[in-house]
Structures are given as C-alpha cells and as structure tokens.
C-alpha cells in the first residue's frame, strides 16, 4: 500500500519567505500522476501542480512542484497573505499526504 | 462555469443509510471521470470512490468503505451519486465531489456536504 508522507507538518513563516514542503512516497510512483492542492479554512481544496511541476490554469508562478521517484517538493518562492493555508499531495487519483499546514510567524 | 453542487448531507445513526448527490453544471458530465473525497473534522483528505466516465463501469473504493458504499451517475441529469449504507462514527466527515481531469488530477471542487453519524 502506497504512503505519501509530508513533511514538515507545520510550517511557521513570514510573508516573503520562500516556502520548501516536501512528500515522500514509500515506493517510486508515476510523476505523471503526482498532485498539489491548496486547502484554507472552510473552503474546498485547489488543484496547484499536477505532473509534479505543471501549474494549474490561474495559478501564480510563485509556486513550483519537481520530484521524481520517491521525493517530490511544493515551492512557494515568495509566501503571500493568501498562501497560508494547508497543502496536500496526491497521487494517482487515491493516496493523499496527510498535509502541511503553512502558517503566519 | 463548472459548478459542483452537493446535496443529501445530514445527521444519521450508526448502521443507518444517507444518499448523496452532486449536481454538475458548466461541462458535458458524461466525458468525465468522478470522485468522492472526504474529510473529517479537522483531518486530512481521504479519497473515497471513482467512477469512470460515459457508462461509469469502471468504479473503485477505498477499503474503508468497500461493501457499505455505492457510487454512480446519471449523466441525463448531469448528477453524481453516492449511497452510503450501514455508517458508522468514523464516516464522519465532510464529502466533496471533485472532477477528474486528465492523468488523476482533480480540477474542480464541490463545496462539500456533512454527514454526521452519531446517535
């Protein structure tokens, strides 16, 4: 059974900060298949990344996914107010992370 | 505008059953694939069932509610479905139908229903 494991689980930065989230996979997974999204309070999740670094339709180049294999990282080169929130990766549809919670220092 | 609409959410017993629906709008539904994702309170993401698109005769489960869940659609009605039998405490959870777009990425989200189990 596959395990995405995110690390770290809580993130403490200050906007304008650059933001580093990783997620491990307890096998070699499909790149191709590899899945960011953004989760606030209260609100659905947001596709951000899929195929591990493309960006979805709206969303700024502030954020860049890469990995492969077992190890694959969200960045967030310049944190803004509205990224505080939670990020979850996916992969193959199924396997969720169990999130990393990015907050305000 | 894509639109997913969720419907059918309320407070059941443990052993009872609930019928959810997610009502879909600004695209040709039958061409996609679907998915239930839920979220218990103050939890991450669990992934809950698939169906295939056109004829959806293609449907996966997660263990956790293989045998007690049925998913399906009706594409005439542009709708979703998921039939939730025999609950228990930890279905607890909020349920968000989500779009699968190419390659198993989820594109659009619905904004969730509540299904409390509790007696």
């Known amino acids: 059974e596959l395990v995405l494991t995110q690390s770290p689980g809580t993130l403490s930065l200050s906007p304008g900060e650059r933001a580093t989230l990783s997620c491990r996979a307890s096998?070699?997974?499909?790149?191709?298949?590899l899945t960011w999204y953004q989760q606030k309070p209260g609100q659905a999740p947001r596709l951000l990344i899929f195929?591990?670094?493309s960006r979805a339709t709206g969303i700024p180049d502030r954020f860049s996914g890469s990995g492969s294999g077992t190890d694959f990282t969200l960045t967030i080169s310049r944190l803004e107010p509205e990224d505080f929130a939670v990020y979850y990766c996916?992969?193959?549809?199924?396997?969720f992370g169990q999130g990393t919670k990015v907050e305000i220092k | 505008e894509v639109q997913l609409v969720e419907s059918g959410g309320d407070l059941v017993q443990p052993g009872g059953s609930l019928r959810l629906s997610c009502a879909a709008s600004?695209?040709?539904?039958?061409?996609?694939?679907m998915t239930w994702v839920r979220q218990a309170p103050g939890k991450g993401l669990e992934w809950v069932s698939y169906?295939?698109?056109?004829?959806?005769?293609?449907?996966y489960y997660a263990e956790s509610v293989k045998g007690r869940f049925t998913i399906s659609r009706d594409n005439a009605k542009n709708s979703l479905y998921l039939q939730m039998n025999s609950l228990r405490a930890e279905d607890t959870a909020i349920y968000f139908c989500?779009?699968?777009?190419?390659?198993?990425?989820?594109?659009?989200w619905g904004q969730g229903t509540l299904v409390t189990v509790s007696s």
């Open positions: 989500a779009r699968n777009s190419h390659n198993w990425k989820f594109d659009y």
């Open positions: 600004g695209f040709t539904f039958s061409s996609y694939e």
């Open positions: 169906i295939s698109s056109s004829s959806g005769d293609i449907i």
């Open positions: 096998q070699s997974v499909s790149s191709a298949y």
């Open positions: 195929g591990a670094s």
């Open positions: 996916q992969q193959n549809g199924r396997t």
